[in-house]
């Protein structure tokens, strides 16, 4: 849509991953901000946030919006738990970047009032010159600093992320059967690549074969308050039919001019698909009395006589 401002280049891959993932339901849902929001019960102003990368998105939000766009839920929680480990709390804040948070504690300059006491001079014959001392808050601050280095010191020196003591076990909270830290990410290329191709499509649901991840509406009609929607997979070489706000709809079907053809059930949102291309496939739905359809190049609107 040409509405998503670019991501900060310092956030990690897997925070974009994340992000990238969720505008793309957005997109393909036809949804605003204020609809996401009225319908996970989060704020549009926090929306906002998440989708622009300014702030990580709380596991239920992201969930909701997941069941929103029938995504794979295991699979949304395996993108959310990575970006999750990989963000810091300067990220949250809008400092200036999550990978930031550890390089470089901030260490104010030294307060000439409160500095450490100069002494000049040889000492008196005989005696020793006492060190001087830290004075007032400057000691407590310098005993601060020197505790928060010695402390990222030791972690990062023992590594405890790279030990191997979580591997094999999935953080708390993840669905059953998902795979240890570190999991493997899938772009939406990849998770579609490794789908059906073509005629192996045939008959199967997009969603569960992740033909969706880098489908591309290929024309749109609206009337009568639904969006009929041909929809094509460059990677799986499929179409298949989709119509938002399904209920009251009967007889969402694809067909292709060899004869093929993929039928929802009455009020479904989208059908089976097809293993052709764009150019011989057409999607039809009939609500309110009228026939709804479009290809490639086309749409139109007919009565409806008699059952469907």
Known sequence: MGRWQPLRSDLPAE????VRE?????????????TVAAKTGYSRSSWLRYLNGRRLPPWPAVAGLGRLAQADAEYLRV???????AWTPTGQTGGTGPATALRRPAVRAA????????????????????????????????????AVCSLLAAILLARPWDTGADAGRPPDGVPAGAPGWPWPLRSAVDGAAAACRSAGCRGLDPYRERCDRDSVAVHRLRAYGRVLTLRYSPTCLASWAEVET????????????RGDEQVAARGGAYTAMVGSGPDAARATVVVAGHQ???ARYDSWIDAVTGSV
């Open 111 to 146: 307060d000439p009032a409160t500095s450490v006491t100069s002494v000049t001079g040889p000492a008196p014959e005989g005696k020793r010159r006492p060190r001087s001392k830290p004075t007032g808050p400057r000691a407590g601050v310098l005993s601060a600093v020197a």
């Open 79 to 85: 993108l959310w738990e990575s970006a999750a480990h």
């Open 246 to 257: 399904p209920a009251g709809t009967v007889g969402l079907r694809i067909t292709t001019n």
């Open 22 to 34: 969720l505008r793309q339901y957005v997109d393909r849902c036809e949804l605003n901000t204020e």
């Open 15 to 18: 925070v974009v991953r994340l």
């Open 292 to 294: 709804l359809g479009v």
